[in-house]
T-cell receptor, first 112, second 114 residues
Framework: QKEVEQNSGPLSVPEGAIASLNCTYS??????FFWYRQYSGKSPELIMS??SNGDKEDGRFTAQLNKASQYVSLLIRDSQPSDSATYLC????????????WGAGTKLIIKP | DAGVTQSPTHLIKTRGQQVTLRCSPK?????VSWYQQALGQGPQFIFQ???????QRGNFPDRFSGHQFPNYSSELNVNALLLGDSALYLC?????????????FGAGTRLSVL
């Protein structure tokens, strides 16, 4: 089992709809979780971080964390074509916070 | 306030050559982490430098080495390049080791090994 897993996609969503991206992780001790957006050929950009169970909202983005089920999700409301990118989930390794463990990313396509 | 800067942006090498990539951390940051991102994959942790020492290392061979300078900037060296070393190399800076704030990433260096 991979430490951090994401569906590679592509996930196709109509413009204006809600895009839902999911990530599961294997280490029950994980305490913090990050979502990054990466445009093709560019470096990852941190868009959301979440540390506690429940929802965290920032503009059109909502991160949801369920530690009991070991998943974290990212919702994007009112999806725009500019949201088309690969979304990466990352979790610090609990034995050593030095390392971020990344999923392979989900490619999101917003159709006008 | 300058963010993380990496140089060069693109690099083409041939198998067996050696390469040096450079990273300057965000102002006020003292810790630099390096990641390798192959096409279609998530980044993989290479190592982290703090106080001019390698603090933690991922699953990478000794061909990958690094250095941190007193001004906190860092270099990543890769010897005996293989085709499989072709990737986007990312540098992230943070304040202090063991941080879990997600870091600040540079624009990356795209390395192509022919």
């Amino acid at each position: 089992q991979k430490e951090v897993e994401q569906n590679s996609g592509p996930l196709s969503v109509p413009e204006g709809a809600i895009a839902s991206l999911n990530c599961t992780y294997s280490d029950r001790g994980s305490q913090s979780f990050f979502w990054y957006r990466q445009y093709s050929g560019k470096s990852p950009e941190l868009i959301m971080s979440i540390y506690s169970n429940g929802d965290k909202e920032d503009g059109r983005f909502t991160a949801q964390l369920n530690k009991a089920s070991q998943y974290v999700s990212l919702l994007i409301r009112d999806s725009q074509p500019s949201d088309s990118a690969t979304y990466l989930c990352a979790v610090p390794r609990t034995r050593s916070n030095y390392q971020l463990i990344w999923g392979a990313g989900t490619k999101l396509i917003i159709k006008p | 306030d300058a963010g993380v800067t990496q140089s060069p942006t693109h690099l083409i090498k041939t198998r067996g050559q050696q390469v040096t990539l450079r990273c300057s951390p965000k102002s006020g940051h003292d810790t630099v982490s390096w990641y390798q991102q192959a096409l279609g994959q998530g980044p993989q942790f290479i190592f982290q430098y703090y106080e001019e020492e390698e603090r933690q290392r991922g699953n990478f061979p000794d061909r990958f080495s690094g250095h941190q300078f007193p001004n906190y900037s860092s270099e990543l060296n890769v010897n005996a390049l293989l085709l499989g070393d072709s990737a986007l190399y990312l540098c992230a800076s943070s304040l202090g080791p063991g941080t879990s704030n997600g870091g600040n990433f540079g624009a990356g260096t795209r390395l192509s090994v022919l």
